[in-house]
């Protein structure tokens, strides 16, 4: 091929989007999931389903929790409740470091009994920026590796698809499934370019401090210090020493009304409680973003015994645009219409992911066959693995919610552990499978999404007793609309493993393979 | 004939490694160079010094990509690997005259 831009960047986008494809789409999916991830959270703890209470009482929540903080904790800590997280989620550091965490019930400050799961926040979103691999952050490099690659893709994609208008309003889903998978890829590609693009350049200034480490080499010296006085002046921070001597507790709702004097009516979202118990020890309230795109950074320090205002930070003009661009990835604001967008958006992105592999494989599906080639038979497993695997696994791991009692451990992992047990090894059974039989891979794992999706549900009613009509009836929305979303989603599958076993039959009747590939070089 | 296919297509893996490696790792390099640059220069400016790092790493990503984007598109990895360094030079003696601290 003569060495062009055009021909670089095609060449480029095809083989950075098979190697990496399989991981952005699981980067894609769970991201996606995430922005449903407390109501996940709802319907994985059942015992978290509960009415919001606005009046709740600081001093009455600290005295309810004071017998749950150990001896010599470092702090504690509570999120009050919001639209989406109806309990108060109580959190603290024992001396050891360990942390403990509980919800509490908004009505009664009682603890929730542990619900034995990760569930949304806890799994589906660290897995999203972190695929849970913590050994020297290495999950992290790879999710940003993944999103620098995403950029490079989406800037191909658009060298590589220069009749990008003309194909933005073309679909051909009665044209086989390789112009039809071409067309969806340009189409979701097209639509949903600006999202895209804001989703995985503001995903990577997030952790901008993160990817580059030495970004304060500059500006303030080398070294731990360094870091830490760059960290502090950026993002705000507060400490004293303890005294060791024995300490009080002012009223917590006296500060928290100071709070909202200084912020002008803006409300906290948490309170923290720094060496509980300690003559030295401090009161730390963090302001809601609830309202807003931008994630404030504002904070204010209170003396606990006298209830002296210590310090307040206020983020500078450029990390507040940094808050901004995180917030926009973040969508903690409460809009239920752009949720539901970001929602789609964040689809549509596994869809384009999944039609370029689609389209890939077609256009080599013949040429392989004839010269003997391994390539399609090992991109068809990872493609089927990636993007029906993951769904299955997800599936599965939501099943096992349902499924496994509270309380049970099996090989010394406890409840938790074996949900995201199964789902890893759901997900491995899926490729193996892919790889192992991928004629029938795609068709059998649609069935399987189709019958765990409806078995979720019916799992919710039967332990729950919260079936769809008592959670609408009651607005339970959270669960009502997770159902709604795994029955839409039983329907969807069923209909492609329909359309996909009729196609099995055609393709045994005719064999004639279709190459549009050089439609797109040209 | 045999060995010299067999040549050519060591030539070939050896040259598309050496521009992964390249494009991935020396352009990260070259970027993160460039960003600590930058930040000293901006609080050498007036700009105070958390903004001054914050204002320029966020950028970096896009100066990331236009490099990873260029190291994919230019013909020779001999001249790729010239100008990573002759820019990572550069960016280090920028940074070396006006850091601050120590």
């Given at each position: 091929m003569e060495h062009t831009f055009g021909n670089a960047m095609a060449r480029l986008h095809t083989w950075a989007g098979v190697i990496l494809g399989g991981l952005l789409f699981a980067i894609f999916w769970m991201g996606t999931l995430c922005v449903f991830d407390r109501e996940i959270d709802r319907w994985m703890m059942p015992k978290t389903r509960l009415a919001k209470t606005s009046d709740i009482s600081l001093d009455h929540l600290a005295r309810a929790v004071a017998s749950t903080v150990p001896a010599k904790a470092s702090q504690w800590r509570v999120d009050l409740p919001t639209d989406r997280v109806p309990t108060l989620r109580f959190s603290c550091r024992d001396g050891a470091g360990d942390v403990i965490a509980r919800h509490l019930d908004p009505a009664t400050y009682q603890i929730i009994p542990d619900q034995g799961t990760k569930a949304g926040t806890g799994f589906i979103f660290p897995f999203h920026y972190?695929?849970?691999?913590?050994w020297k952050d290495l999950g992290k490099w790879f999710v940003g590796l993944a999103a620098m690659t995403m950029l490079v893709l989406l800037v191909s994609g658009v060298v590589v698809h220069k009749k990008i208008f003309a194909q933005f309003f073309t679909f051909r889903p009665r044209k086989g499934v390789q112009r039809g998978s071409l067309d969806l890829h340009c189409l979701t590609g097209v639509i949903g370019l600006p999202f895209h693009l804001a989703m995985t350049l503001s995903g990577l200034i997030i952790f901008v401090s993160f990817y580059f480490p030495q970004a304060q080499w500059g500006a303030y010296g080398s070294g731990e210090g360094a870091k830490a006085a760059y960290t502090a002046e950026a993002f705000g921070s507060f400490t004293r020493p303890r005294a060791d001597a024995p300490g009080t507790l002012a009223s917590l709702d006296a500060m928290a009304s100071q709070a909202e004097r200084e912020w002008a009516g803006g409300q906290p979202y948490f309170v923290r409680v720094w060496h509980p118990g300690d003559a030295n020890s401090y009161v730390e309230l963090r302001r809601s973003y609830a309202g807003d795109i931008t994630m404030n950074l504002d904070q204010i320090y209170f003396d606990a015994a006298s209830g002296e205002l210590l310090h307040r930070f206020e983020a500078a003009a450029v990390m507040k645009v940094q808050r901004f661009i995180s917030g926009l990835h973040f969508i903690?604001?409460?809009h239920w219409t752009l949720r539901w967008l970001y929602f789609l958006a964040g689809l549509s992105g596994c869809v384009m992911i999944a039609t370029g592999f689609i389209f890939w494989l077609g256009a080599r599906r013949a040429r392989h066959a004839r010269k003997g080639l391994a390539g399609v038979r090992v991109v068809e497993g990872l493609t089927v693995g990636s993007v029906t695997g993951i769904i299955v696994a997800t599936l599965a791991f939501f099943a096992a919610n349902r499924l496994l009692p509270q309380g049970t451990s099996f090989a010394g992992q406890g409840r938790a552990a074996l949900e995201i047990w199964t789902f890893y090894l759901v997900w491995v059974a899926c490729f193996i499978q892919a790889w192992w039989r991928p004629a029938a891979a795609w068709r059998e794992q649609a069935w399987a999404i189709c019958v765990i999706a409806l078995a979720c549900v019916l799992l919710n009613s039967v332990t729950t007793g919260d079936h769809l009509i008592r959670t609408v009836s009651q607005r339970t929305w959270a669960v009502a609309g997770m159902d709604a979303m795994l029955l839409l989603l039983t329907l969807l599958a069923a209909w492609v493993a329909i359309r996909l076993g009729r196609k099995a039959v055609d393709r045994a009747v005719q064999s004639g393979p279709v190459s549009i590939a050089t439609e797109v070089r040209s | 004939m045999h060995t010299r296919y067999a040549d050519h297509r060591l030539t070939r893996i050896v040259r598309i490694g050496m521009r992964l490696l390249g494009a991935v790792f020396g352009g990260y390099a070259l970027t993160a160079l460039t960003v600590a640059s930058a930040g000293a220069v901006l609080a050498r400016l007036g700009v105070a010094r958390s903004e001054a790092v914050v204002l320029s790493a966020m950028p970096g990503f896009v100066l990331y990509l236009a490099l990873l984007l260029w190291a994919f598109s230019i013909k020779s990895v001999t001249r790729l690997w010239l100008a990573l360094a002759a820019g990572a030079a550069a960016s280090a003696m920028l940074l070396h005259l006006v850091r601050q601290g120590n």
């Open positions: 972190g695929l849970h691999l913590k903690q604001f409460d | -």
